[in-house]
């Protein structure tokens, strides 16, 4: 059988950076925002390395082709 994964899986650990936040990417629920066709919104929480609080920022998943 093939391992099945979720996007939410694949996201946690990963890097993201922006102009104001850099850490690493705990977690991710789908949300309602649109960013156009073929495209999935995400709420991810991200741990920065040098702060006490986690943040959360809405994120631009590709889906399809």
Partial sequence: MA???????????????????NGEIISGEKTDHWFG?????????IRTPHSYTDHYRIIAVKVGE
């Fill in 37 to 45: 066709n073929d495209r999935e919104a995400y709420r991810v929480l």
């Fill in 3 to 21: 391992n099945l994964y979720t996007v939410e899986n694949l996201l946690q650990g990963k890097q993201y950076r922006s102009n104001s936040l």
